[in-house]
C-alpha cells in the first residue's frame, strides 16, 4: 500500500484506499478516477453547470417555475404547472433531481432541473 494517497476531494478524509481504477473514501463512500492535479479536477467537479428546460443557467438561491404538473407520492394534489419555487440550492441528487426546495404546500422536496424554467 503506497503511503502517497490523495485525500479525498469531497470530505478531505486522509484514509483514502485504492479500489481497481478508483479510489475510494470510507468515511463519505465519495469514489473518483485519480489523475495529474487532482486538485484542479475536483475544483472542476463542483463546478458543474446545471440548466433549466429551456437552456438557462442555475445558480443556488434563484427563483424556478414549474414547467410541467408533476405527480407527488403521497398526495392527491401534485404541482401544478406554473407553481413558483423560491430559493433553490442546487445539489448532487438521486436519479437526476438536482434541486433541493421547499414548495409551500408540500415541503421540502427534490426536482429535476428538466421541469423547472428560471425566473
Given at each position: 500500500?503506497?503511503?502517497?494517497?490523495?485525500?479525498?476531494?469531497?470530505c478531505?478524509?486522509?484514509?483514502?484506499?485504492?479500489?481497481?481504477?478508483?479510489?475510494?473514501?470510507?468515511?463519505?463512500g465519495?469514489?473518483?478516477?485519480?489523475?495529474?492535479?487532482?486538485?484542479?479536477?475536483?475544483?472542476?467537479?463542483?463546478?458543474?453547470?446545471?440548466?433549466?428546460?429551456?437552456?438557462?443557467?442555475?445558480?443556488?438561491?434563484?427563483?424556478?417555475?414549474?414547467?410541467?404538473?408533476?405527480?407527488?407520492?403521497?398526495?392527491?394534489?401534485?404541482?401544478?404547472?406554473?407553481?413558483?419555487v423560491r430559493?433553490?440550492r442546487?445539489?448532487?441528487?438521486?436519479?437526476?433531481?438536482?434541486?433541493?426546495?421547499?414548495?409551500?404546500?408540500?415541503?421540502?422536496?427534490?426536482?429535476?432541473?428538466?421541469?423547472?424554467?428560471?425566473?
Amino acid at each position: 500500500m503506497s503511503d502517497n494517497l490523495p485525500p479525498c476531494p469531497q470530505c478531505s478524509s486522509e484514509y483514502t484506499y485504492e479500489m481497481n481504477a478508483l479510489m475510494v473514501c470510507p468515511e463519505c463512500g465519495h469514489e473518483w478516477m485519480p489523475a495529474e492535479g487532482g486538485s484542479e479536477q475536483a475544483a472542476g467537479a463542483r463546478e458543474r453547470v446545471i440548466r433549466d428546460a429551456v437552456g438557462n443557467v442555475l445558480s443556488d438561491g434563484d427563483t424556478v417555475t414549474v414547467v410541467k404538473a408533476l405527480k407527488v407520492k403521497g398526495s392527491a394534489s401534485g404541482i401544478k404547472a406554473g407553481t413558483k419555487v423560491r430559493n433553490i440550492r442546487l445539489v448532487d441528487g438521486v436519479d437526476g433531481h438536482d434541486i433541493d426546495c421547499r414548495i409551500e404546500g408540500f415541503g421540502a422536496m427534490q426536482l429535476k432541473s428538466s421541469v423547472v424554467k428560471k425566473v
